[in-house]
């Protein structure tokens, strides 16, 4: 037997304006930092076809590893920031 009166009660969700703003302003450093991470080893690729250029390739393949390496500190940043504004809950499933 399912006591009914606990479960019919609707689910109640408190996200705050502040908390809004600073997961969409993350959201778009981590999408601007997936696109330059693109950027650098599709041209870096490009780049490996010619021997006179396989330097400035291998520069570019350097710069989108520390790129990648920048996409959890730019989760973390967020998650620390929303703790420090008093978020309920710091999403871990949908981070970006």
């Known amino acids: 037997m399912t006591d009914r009166s606990t479960s019919s009660r609707p689910l109640t969700l408190h996200i705050g304006h502040e908390e809004l703003v600073i997961r969409g302003r993350y959201e778009v450093l981590s999408i601007i930092n997936d696109i330059l991470i693109a950027v650098w080893f599709t041209i870096g690729s490009v780049l490996f076809f010619f021997t006179s250029t396989t330097v400035v390739g ?8 520390i790129q990648l390496l920048i996409r959890p500190v730019i989760r973390l940043t967020r998650r620390i920031h929303l703790v420090r504004v008093g978020a309920r809950s710091a999403e871990t499933a949908r981070d970006f």
């Open 58 to 65: 291998t520069w570019l393949f350097l710069i989108g590893s």
